[in-house]
């Protein structure tokens, strides 16, 4: 059974920074890529950033100059690190990654994380 697990979020004012943490543990065969959703009250949920294993980033258009997504393959974490955040950044933050879950065939399954709550005070 895979499980993501995130960390970091939390209160922080206009102007500050946060790190998101989010490590994958169980049986698997590799990740094709990671990223981090989020969903503000009332919002559709939406793609932040995220990172491929050759290393490509996305960004949302909201976020770009101020987050950035990275990696550590030999500990199978994501990392999003947060700054001039912003009263609007303020979401619950999702972690998702795109799995190898077979050894002998190219099949992924994407799983996500329990959310992380980030409030940004003005």
């Known amino acids: 059974q895979v499980q993501l697990v995130e960390s970091g979020g939390g209160l922080v004012q206009a102007g500050g920074s946060l790190r998101l943490s989010c490590a994958a543990s169980?049986?698997?065969?590799?990740?094709?890529?990671m990223g981090w959703d989020r969903q503000s009250s009332g919002e559709q949920r939406e793609l932040v950033a995220d990172?491929?294993?050759?290393?490509?980033?996305t960004y949302a258009e909201s976020v770009k100059g101020r987050f950035a997504i990275s990696e550590d393959n030999a500990k199978n974490t994501v990392y999003l690190q947060m700054n001039s955040l912003k009263p609007e950044d303020t979401a619950v933050y999702y972690c998702?990654?795109?799995?190898?879950?077979?050894?002998?065939?190219?099949?992924?399954?994407?799983?996500w994380g329990q959310g992380t709550h980030v409030t940004v005070s003005s």
């Open positions: 998702y990654m795109r799995i190898r879950t077979s050894a002998i065939s190219s099949r992924t399954q994407v799983y």
């Open positions: 169980g049986r698997f065969f590799g990740i094709d890529d």
């Open positions: 990172i491929t294993s050759g290393g490509s980033t």
